[in-house]
């Protein structure tokens, strides 16, 4: 495979890990409601509590993806965020009744009480996959020209497949499938992001003769 062959694969690749990732996301979300309501119920603190940490991980992901990008950026470290992502997501499917209840237990008002659950839960396994983005787009660009171009396409993609993902888990995988099993699609989607991306950095490439690629 040529140089410049391998790099638009990449580039393919990357742009559907970002539409991938913002579908996980708002999947994971959308669970977390049911994940907590058998304790703290449904009531709009509760959503609250979720939605505020979704966000707070978001914007911590992507100042601190942002800055990592800026040092020596690779694709090994792209891949691993999906790697420790998809394993800080875990503990959701095999610790999240152990932890609501710990926290039921010692905060009788469900405000904060949902609030903390939803930080030890989520907090970490989010602000990974909000280091996606920023670390995308660090990626993708190649000169300052097109950078504004390739934020567009990239935040576009991301947020596209949050709308998906939303949809389709609201109207479709709530019905079809039970909780745990969701989440390990998601964990699943997480690592085939990281897979691909190491299987095609790993191709080898040649490149044209009489000119030179080079890999951001």
């Known amino acids: 495979m040529t140089e ?14 970002a539409f991938l990732n913002g579908f996980v996301i708002m999947t994971i979300e959308l669970l977390g409601g049911r994940v907590l309501s058998p304790y703290f119920g449904t009531s709009v603190y509760v959503w609250g509590s979720i939605i505020t940490i979704f966000m707070l991980s978001l914007s911590l992901g992507y100042l601190w993806g942002g800055r ?32 609501m209840t710990q926290v039921f237990l010692r905060v009788e008002d469900p405000r904060y009480g949902s609030l903390i659950a939803a930080t030890v839960l989520y907090f970490l396994p989010i602000c990974l996959m909000g280091m996606v983005s920023p670390y995308s787009i660090r990626l993708l660009v190649s000169s300052e020209e097109h950078s504004g171009r ?67």
């Open 4 to 17: 410049p062959r391998k790099n638009r694969l990449m580039q393919n690749v990357i742009v559907f890990c």
């Open 68 to 99: 990592l990008s800026s040092r020596n950026p690779n694709h090994a470290t792209f891949a691993s965020f999906f790697g420790l992502s998809a394993l800080l997501s875990l503990p959701i499917i095999f610790f999240s009744e152990w932890t």
């Open 150 to 216: 390739m934020a567009g396409l990239l935040y576009f993609v991301s947020t596209l497949g949050s709308a998906l993902g939303t949809l389709m888990t609201s109207f479709y995988f709530v019905l079809w499938f039970e909780i745990d099993t969701i989440m390990w699609g998601a964990i699943g989607a997480l690592l085939l992001c990281g897979a691909s991306v190491a299987i095609v950095h790993r191709l080898p490439g040649q490149a044209t003769a009489g000119v030179q690629y080079h890999e951001n």
